[in-house]
Structures are given as C-alpha cells and as structure tokens.
C-alpha cells in the first residue's frame, strides 16, 4: 500500500466520526482577508505561500516544538503571502486547531492543507477559517474532485488542486480548477524533482490559470528555477520550518516573476 492510500484509510476513518458532529459556527475575521488570486496577481514577486508542518511520512520530526502561531506571525511579518496549515495528526502532527489558532494570529489567506474526500472535511475548514482547500488530484476519482470542488467553490473557499503529472494536470483543468499546485515529491518513492515543475508549468497557456510549485523549495537557486518554469507561488515548508534565521532565509527565496536563474 502506498503511503497516500494510507493516507486516505485512515482520512475515511476521520470522515466517519466528523459526520456525527454538526458544523455551524464560522469564524468571521475582524479584518477582510485577500483572496490569493488578489495577492498574488498584484505583484511581480514570486509569492510564497509558508507552511505549518511539524512531521512528515518522508522527514520524520521536522519540529515538534514548534508554535504554529508565533510562527505564523513571523511568515507574515517575514513576507509570506498565505500561510499553508497541515492539519493532519497521523502522518504530520497537526491539527485543525492549529488551523483556527492561526486564522486568529493573522491577516494573510489560510490553506487547510489536508487530504480532502468528503464536503464535511471541507465544513470543518471553513468553520475553522480557512480561505483556501487542497484537492489532491491523484487520492480523488474525477466525480469526486468535480464534487468537492464545487462543494468548495459554494462555499467561498479557494481550491489548490495539486497534480504531479500531465495525465492529472489534464484532469485538474477539465473541471476548471484555476489554482493548480505542482507538487514535485512523488507521493509514493518521496524522490523530490523540480524537473516536475519544469515539464508540467510550460503546458499551461492561460495566464489567469495560477500555477505554484510545492515541496523541495531549499535554495534561492530553486527559487529561481522554478520561477523560470514560469510559476507565480511556491509552496515551502521544512526549509522554513527548520530555518535558523527565518527572516534572511526569506529574504534568499525572494525572487521576481520569470527572472532568470543567475541574476542575483
Ligand atoms: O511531506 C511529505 O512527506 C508528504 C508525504 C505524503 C504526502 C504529502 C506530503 N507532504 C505534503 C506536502 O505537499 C508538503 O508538505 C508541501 O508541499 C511542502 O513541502 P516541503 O517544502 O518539501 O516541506
């Protein structure tokens, strides 16, 4: 068994007992929160969406200790344009509450980042405030990914639909997804490749479409190589989560849109 069908075993599980409680109340932030396709469309800069993530199937502890809002704090202070919050416990030590405790800390976009199957998955994202949802193209049949999309959509939540490979990309545009992650780790050997992005970014021509590269982020070169591929975000987490100046680390990840890779 793959480690994303364990995955999804168990996220049955969690479905099973989220469906006997009842979602209603909705955390209103104090201050309106931009929409990611607002953020990153008004700037010339690659956007970097930071994440939360204390463990990983393919890490181990990245950083158990972490406090998801303090660190929160410094990702938007830092530059950060949307915070990604893993809110898995099994494989990633996370939680939903992390989730809400982050949506209180900051004004910046929130990405629910968890392995979506069921709308009551996605009740329990926005309930906590989350802005945006991740829909993993490769854990979902076609109905399903069409389904929970527009469920999302109803809802007013952006949807990061993440592929890794053209026949997926494929399935991620036919139901008109219009934030599409590249996720450069194999969800199954966990080989990092940004050679991922590279061949999947050129195949898209809608510039509206917005394309971010997720996972294996460590060095502005990176940076820059994927920006090339022609990306507008990067999705980043255990460089960040295991920086030890987070502000300089930031800092060497800023790049311009579509700026080449020598250019300091
Ligand atoms: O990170 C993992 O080991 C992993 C394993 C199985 C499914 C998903 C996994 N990661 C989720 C992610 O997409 C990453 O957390 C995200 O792209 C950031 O990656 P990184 O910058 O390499 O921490």
Do not use: W
Not at 183 to 202: C, I, M, Q, S
């Amino acid at each position: 068994m793959t480690i994303l069908e364990k995955i999804i075993k168990q996220k049955e599980k969690e479905v099973a007992v989220l469906k006997k409680r009842n979602f209603t109340h909705i955390y209103q932030p104090k201050n309106p929160i931009m929409s990611i396709k607002q953020t990153f469309s008004s700037s010339e800069s690659l956007q970097i969406i930071a994440e939360i993530k204390r463990s990983s199937p393919s890490k181990g502890a990245i950083n158990m200790h972490i406090n998801p809002v303090e660190q929160a704090k410094k990702y938007e202070a830092f530059g950060a344009s949307a915070i990604s919050v893993l809110t898995d416990h099994t494989f990633f030590k996370g939680s939903i509450d992390d989730l809400y405790a982050v949506r209180k800390a900051v004004n910046l976009p929130i990405l629910c980042k968890d392995f979506i199957i069921d709308p009551i998955q996605i009740d329990q994202a926005k309930v906590a405030g989350a802005n945006i949802i991740l829909l993993i193209v490769a854990a979902l049949s076609t109905t399903q990914l069409k389904e929970l999309y527009h469920y999302a959509k109803k809802l007013n939540l952006d949807v990061l639909c993440e592929v890794h490979n053209g026949e997926e990309m494929q399935k991620a545009l036919t139901i008109g997804a219009e934030i599409i992650g590249i996720n450069n780790r194999n969800l199954k050997t966990f080989e990092v490749d940004l050679r991922t992005t590279e061949k999947l970014a050129p195949t898209i021509k809608d510039p509206s479409t917005l394309l971010i590269s997720e996972s294996g982020v460590k060095t502005r070169t990176d940076a820059l190589r994927l920006s090339k591929a022609g990306v507008s975000g990067l999705l980043i987490g255990e460089t960040l989560m295991q920086a030890s100046n987070l502000e300089e680390t930031f800092e060497n990840l800023k790049v311009l849109k579509g700026q080449i890779p020598n250019a300091r």
